[in-house]
Nanobody, 119 residues
Framework: QVHLVESGGGLVQAGGSLRLSCAASIRIFSINAMGWYRQAPGKQREWVAGITSGGGTNYADSVKGRFTISRDNAKNTVYLQMNSLKPEDTAVYYC?????????????WGQGTQVTVSS
């Protein structure tokens, strides 16, 4: 079982920055991949960014060049640095962890943190 706790959300003006944190209850080097998703009101949850245990990163086209995902293994924490925020980035942001054990993939989610970008 992996418990994830997000923090760092809030209200920011367009063009501003926020850094989200996701603290895991286990050593994150044992987690195969971690990522951030978001869900805006009335929309489906969408993938935003991901980072593998080896440090490889990927981003959705909508945030590429503005968002940066990183990890601190010593703190068991993954971050999402969000710059040049736009009103369309407004959503609840969720941290996700994928753990592979044998042939079984288990997905874990945090409770979410609200990000609101005003125009």
């Amino acid at each position: 079982q992996v418990h994830l706790v997000e923090s760092g959300g809030g209200l920011v003006q367009a063009g501003g920055s926020l850094r989200l944190s996701c603290a895991a209850s286990i050593r994150i080097f044992s987690i195969n991949a971690m990522g951030w998703y978001r869900q805006a009101p009335g929309k489906q949850r969408e993938w935003v960014a991901g980072i593998t245990s080896g440090g490889g990163t990927n981003y959705a086209d909508s945030v590429k060049g503005r968002f940066t995902i990183s990890r601190d293994n010593a703190k068991n924490t993954v971050y999402l640095q969000m710059n040049s925020l736009k009103p369309e980035d407004t959503a609840v942001y969720y941290c996700n962890a994928g753990v592979i054990s044998g042939t079984l993939l288990s997905n874990y989610w945090g409770q979410g943190t609200q990000v609101t970008v005003s125009s």
